[in-house]
């Protein structure tokens, strides 16, 4: 067997062509999608995901505001801006890239950013939402993984996830995400014994755990499909992700590749919810 490539940037360019679509829909009615990055410091790849990301709303048709700071910015002023920022009906969403300076409380930076505007999914409100099923955000990573699942064709009603991963950005989303589409979730982490166990009884694997060859061919059941979170680098320097993917190619059903699969879908969704924002402070009106 060789397994379907999940195509990541394929879907991606789908997706973003339907949110210019809805974006120019909203324009048009006078509530143009506005999305708020802030980023502070010099972290290299934290200025990487942000041009990225404010690159990405321009081409769709989203108003983007992108606000760069001194490491030195204290958290008063942050949280200050965030709040100026909450009350600007030209924003839908913000987003405060992470990692923070030390001085800065990241948990308190994400609370003080409204739930309506909470568009990475992050605050506690917003996992409770999650939790609860209500409407809300989801965090962009897992919600992209789920439209990579989706485009499959698979029905995850009654199938058996395993999620490798805890994290409250993705591996804890990811497990309710599932769950939500009726499939029976275990959730492995470091202190998980066996972890081939586990993974050789599921039909879909997710790996989140930024360490590579967490998942070996021998740990896949013939026919899974496996979701590559992770972003590492070989011996020889080049991308690769969690899973050994030229041994679990021959075992999977369907595998997303590194890169290729997931990364480009995290800033697609981000999009997604961005549109949401506005859609619904635009129904509201």
């Known amino acids: 067997m060789t397994a379907q490539l999940i195509d990541g940037t394929a879907l991606s360019k789908?997706?973003?062509a339907e949110v210019a679509q809805r974006a120019a829909?909203?324009?048009a009615r006078g509530h143009q999608p506005g999305l708020a990055v802030i980023l502070v410091g010099e972290d290299p790849a934290s200025q990487v995901y942000v041009r990225n990301k404010v690159k990405a709303c321009q081409e769709h048709g989203l108003h983007s505001v992108f606000e760069k700071y001194d490491a030195t910015l204290s958290e008063a002023d942050l949280l200050a801006r965030i709040d100026a920022l909450n009350k600007d009906s030209t924003i839908h969403g913000i987003l405060v890239q992470m990692p923070l300076p030390r001085h800065i409380d990241s948990t308190k930076v994400i609370e003080a950013i409204a739930t309506?505007?909470?568009v990475d999914g992050y605050s506690v409100l917003s996992a409770g939402e999650l939790v609860a099923g209500l409407p809300g955000f989801r965090p962009?990573?897992?919600y992209g993984c789920m439209k990579?699942?989706?485009s499959t064709g698979a029905d995850l009603r009654g199938k058996h996830a395993v999620v490798i991963g805890r994290s409250n950005t993705v591996g804890k989303p990811m497990a309710l995400l599932l769950l939500q589409a009726n499939a029976t979730v275990t959730i492995c982490h470091s202190a998980t014994p066996d972890l081939g166990y586990h993974t050789r009884q599921a039909d879909v694997i997710v790996a989140a755990v930024g360490r590579r060859n967490t998942v070996t061919a021998d740990m896949v059941k013939p026919g899974a499909i496996v979701i590559d979170v992770g972003m590492n680098r070989n011996d020889e320097g080049k991308l690769c992700g969690d899973v050994d993917f030229a041994g679990i190619s021959q075992v999977?059903?369907?595998i997303t590749p590194v890169p290729g699969g997931v990364g480009p879908m995290t800033i697609t969704m981000l999009l997604v919810n961005t549109i949401e924002s506005a859609e619904r402070v635009a129904a509201a009106q």
């Open 14 to 16: 789908q997706i973003r």
């Open 25 to 27: 829909a909203l324009t």
């Open 116 to 118: 309506t505007k909470d």
């Open 140 to 142: 962009c990573t897992p």
């Open 148 to 150: 990579l699942i989706e």
């Open 252 to 254: 999977a059903s369907a």
